[in-house]
């Protein structure tokens, strides 16, 4: 048990630089490996097709792959200590349906603003709603079947948008709903980047008072963590990143869910500084894997879109976890 | 520092005044019992007075003549007084050291009761009740040297885990801190004025809730003017 977790962290490791590689590496237009140093090192003719392909298409949705990986890993370990449920997740709680909805209201509706904002705003709505509505159910399966009736209603809201959006409009937005990592530009994959600091530079300074809530909020209480604050901070870090991420990459499932539950299947500690870079490294490896399939199925004509993938890979994760814990869901 | 309710009312909302308004302190150091039936507002007194419920109104304040503090200055509040609940947290996947860590300094738990150092690094999930309740105790005596509040930390024990605790406690209150402890244990009640204790470890106070109220009682009730009362 104690060898297991460097092992894993290795392997993930390993894996995550072999994933990267072969994203960058291998693509629809061949590239001899030539071309491909020369692209990289900007050695060969500047604005050559092969450059072009390599930074304007492969690495962007490289990085905006393992940067949303990042984000929505830690964002489930986040609301499921937050919200002290296991189940918890952006997708499950309704969170990521809040940012489909805004998006609607953005695309569908011709509302006036950027998505991304539209996203969050409808991420933050649903998260303030789950917050109170923690408060007042004692079971935390409670607090997910909330969450469900809350994308359950949220999803008609966006099926009468749909109905009487243009046929444009609705394809754009259907495909969106797909999910995909391919869509955003190098800017936009560096904004995941920046994203990704904040969070991490969040989750090191608050990750004493993260501890302490595991034992429960009132304990916390007693502790001296400002329940207040604290949730408050967490409730802006999480509209802002899931709105973020959901307008660039559309309503991703499951990874967000999945991934702690992969870290802790091979790792032991559970304070939040040790298991970070673990859930970071897994969300990368999770989100290239997936978005590898995509590709994969994309060069061969069938296209697989990514929410298929991810739940392909995400709920046999989330019934081994309800399997394997009936009692300790630590 | 004495610990003082002034004017407060204990309840869940204007509708369902448990307890107040109170007017109460208890002094420094010592071991000072609330006695009270199912429901008469023992838990949420002890929870309001350590901020974790809201008072309906009034306040609680710590003070020893000359320093006055208040909850809103948490740093040094929460330094000065930590609450056990009567159930250890359950599902925690941190170890036992980590969350002693969250209070202080684990190593100093060596020496108030070497036994539980065995279980340091045992996740608390994997702990039993009782076990668990322990180190729950002895992470309280880390953040804070001065007030203990517990909520019938003995209502799940088995005797073994009741006579660990009772000597952890023992040894609090001999190192010159205070405990404030809701029972309706009147056997531990009798443990701490039985006399064979030495004079710093018997009994301060006793206190006992009855028709929404705080009334303080004689050291030396006995346990079937207690238990008349309590009925």
Redesign the interface.
Known sequence: MNLRSPVAMMCACAMLVCLAFLHLRWGEVPMDKFDWWDAVWGTGEPSSIHTTILWEVRMPRTFTAMAAGVLLGWLGMLLQTWF?NPLAGPGVLGITSGGSLGVALAVLAGLTVPTWVAASAGCLVVLVLIAAASKRFVSPVTTLVFGLMVSYAVGSAVTLLQASASVESLQSFIFWGMGTFGKSNMWQAGSLGALVLVCAIWIVRRS?WL??W???E??A????V?PAQFQGELLLLSGVVVGWVTSLCGPLAFLGLATPHVHKFFSKA??HRAMMGGVAMWGAVLALLSDGVVRVTDAGGSHWPLNAVLALFGAPVVVAVLWKRTH??? | MNLKASNLVVGHSPERVLLGPLDHAWKAGGMHLVLGGNGSGKSTLL?TL????PALSGEVSMSDGKQKLRPKE??TW?KA???V?SRP?Q?????VK??WA??GNPSEVEDWHPDLMGLAAF?L??LSDGQAQQVMVARAML?SNRWLVLDEPTAFLDVQAQRRLWSMLDGHVARGGGVLMATHDLWGVERWSEAQFEATLALSSLTMIRRGNLRALPLNSSKEDLSELLA
Do not use: C, K, N, Y
Request: hydrophobic share 30%; no cysteine; aromatic share 4%.
């Open positions: 002290r004493g501890d302490t595991t034992l429960g009132d304990m209480q007693t502790m001296g400002t559970r304070s300790d869901w630590s | 929870r350590v901020q974790a419920h948490r740093a929460t007084i930590a609450f609940s947290p599902q925690v996947g941190l170890t980590e969350v969250l209070s996740r999930s994997e953040q």
